[in-house]
Nanobody, 123 residues
């Protein structure tokens, strides 16, 4: 059974930074793409970023491109999301997601989810 545990959320002022981490267990981490999604109050969950199994290719939603950076540390079974230049509209619960493929496929929905971590950006 795949388990994903996020950490690193919190309250930050606009323009600040946060780094989210997600530790995975239950399968061979380095074989699968990983991603981050978020859900703001009253809105649907949306894609934020993804990284392929090797870490060589990364993908971002237009709303975070240039401000967020996804990375992974396969020996530590961890994926990170570095969030810089945060805006109030980035406020949401952020979820770590594990795909069942090596590569990110935009049309696929990851089957594995963490419990989420709250990010609040004040203006």
């Amino acid at each position: 059974q795949v388990q994903l545990v996020e950490s690193g959320g919190g309250l930050v002022q606009a323009g600040g930074s946060l780094r989210l981490s997600c530790v995975a267990s239950g399968r061979t981490f380095s074989n699968y793409a990983m991603g981050w999604f978020r859900q703001a109050p009253g809105k649907e969950r949306e894609f934020v970023s993804a990284v392929t199994y090797s870490g060589r290719s990364t993908y971002y939603a237009d709303s975070v491109k240039g401000r967020f950076t996804i990375s992974r540390d396969n020996p530590k079974n961890t994926v990170h999301l570095q969030m810089d230049s945060l805006k109030p509209e980035d406020t949401a619960v952020y979820y770590c997601a594990g795909y069942n493929t090596m590569y990110y496929i935009a049309s696929s929905s990851p089957p594995n989810w963490g419990q989420g971590t709250q990010v609040t950006v004040s203006s």
